[in-house]
């Protein structure tokens, strides 16, 4: 079984109810959201319009699946084609299956994907400079780090600087450019 999946607007209650349940957890790694976020109208909103980007071939928004259950999301943003074939991956993992290897599963086939399904050169990432364990995560899907770019992201209220990884796919030969959908 896949550790990941397209999402699907029935997923709604439960990403809202598991948002709810880990608002103080994810609060630090994430913007600031309104109190709609957190409810299955304001998900489902959240999932339509990932879903219409979806269709555009510019995001590829996917649950996080633990034993078949859904325990987070995960996302392919900013599918890029043409000479960039690139893209930024973003996740996160409940409270409860933190620490579990669930989100090195996910990335890893999130990268799978990128690279095989979606023929992509590159997948990068970015973490606050203190997430060590989203590090680590990243590290043991073969991302390296590749700089620091101040104030990035609006994170819980705050221009934060960002640590960037990229991971790039090694079946591409160098200078090769082959657009794969694009």
Not at 40 to 49: F, P, S, T, Y
């Amino acid at each position: 079984m896949s550790p990941t999946r397209l999402v699907a607007l029935d997923d709604a209650p439960v990403l809202a109810e598991l948002l709810r349940l880990n608002r103080d957890f994810l609060a630090p790694w994430e913007p600031l959201r309104g109190e709609d976020y957190f409810t299955a109208d304001g998900q489902r909103a959240v999932l339509q319009a990932d879903l219409a980007q979806h269709a555009q071939g510019s995001k590829l928004p996917h649950v996080i699946l633990d034993s078949g259950s859904v325990v987070g999301r995960i996302t392919l943003n900013g599918i890029v084609r043409g000479p960039f074939q690139s893209c930024s991956v973003g996740y996160w993992v409940s409270a409860s299956h933190n620490d579990r290897g669930v989100a090195t599963r996910a990335v890893r086939e999130i990268v799978r994907v990128a690279f095989e399904e979606l023929g992509l050169h590159r997948v990068q990432a970015e973490t606050l400079l203190h997430n060590v364990g989203s590090q680590r995560v990243l590290k043991r899907n073969g991302f390296l780090p590749i700089g620091v770019a101040p104030a990035y992201l609006n994170i819980a209220g705050e221009w934060q600087d960002m640590a960037l990884f990229q991971v790039v796919n090694s079946s591409w030969s160098a200078g090769r450019f082959d657009p794969v959908g694009g």
